[in-house]
């Protein structure tokens, strides 16, 4: 194949011959800017073929802005396992580069730690097996089993709606109700987690009963009956394990157990007041103690 020379003219004003080149060879540097790929490279059928292009990467500080995660908390989440490697700069290995999988994860990370999951239980869930099916899997259980399982749903009320509440209780009532975790103060208002129970605390207050007595009362509900949810929470997984609710939707089933546990709860916790009522009516010589 022969070439023909060709001149060009160059900064200085001289004019230097070059030798042309075929329509379909490739030179390093050619296509839309200088030192770009091509947007086509030629195959082994001289056929040009869409050129690979990366994707685009970014620095820490880009990730960081990009993502609203301060650098910092970047560095620590690659620490902590929780973050895939970075890769390297070509041109220079101390930088680190970042794309689209890094994006993802962090906002992954930040999803689960507002649905309340602490660091190692995310880091587990991200290093055993399939990581995004793991996750999918624990998203639609936290999705079935989080909510209000008595009915009740924290709620936000004001000074005057406190005060009316607390109406016709003794001096000191509110004090000693809010050290007791009733309600507690956010900002200008108060943050009640269960209404009902404060309601029913209130009125047994009002009836007489001393305030003291009442928050003790909670106080054995609460340690006994948290143990005994443990102990269920402990008996369905073990169940489940052993091929309990085995295809069948959880939302159905925890829609099912919801009512019910309610309900079994007050029925057992019913007849085991009437059996201790018993107890105390036949132990005469407890009833005569002062």
Known sequence: MTTKATTSEVPD?????????????YHPGSGSGSGSAPDTVPDAGNQAVPAVVPAPTMTLEELAATTGVPARTIRYYQAEKLLQKPNRDRKDARVARYG???????????????RGLKLPAIRALLEEGDASTRVADWLG????????????????????????????????????????????????????????????????????????????????????????????????????????????????????????????ARIIFGQQLERAIEELLNDTKRLGRR
């Open 100 to 114: 689209d999988e890094h994006v993802e994860r962090l906002k992954l990370v930040g999803e689960l730690r507002d």
């Open 141 to 264: 259980l936290d999705r079935s089993l989080r909510g209000s399982w008595g009915h009740d749903e924290p709620r936000i009320i004001s000074s005057s709606e406190l005060s009316d509440l607390l109406a016709g209780t003794p001096t000191g009532t509110q004090g000693i109700l809010e050290d007791a975790g009733l309600f507690s103060r956010q900002g200008h208002a108060w943050l009640v987690p269960s209404q009902p129970l404060l309601e029913v605390a209130v009125s047994l207050v009002r009836s007489g009963v001393d305030v003291d007595l009442v928050i003790d009362a909670a106080r054995i509900l609460g340690d006994h009956l948290g143990k005994a949810a443990d102990q269920l929470i402990d008996l369905f997984v073990a169940a489940i394990r052993q091929g309990f609710g085995a295809g069948v939707d959880t939302a159905v089933l925890t829609d099912a157990l919801r009512p019910a546990a309610g309900e079994a």
């Open 13 to 25: 004003g001289t004019r230097r011959g070059r030798a042309s080149t075929p329509a379909n060879s």
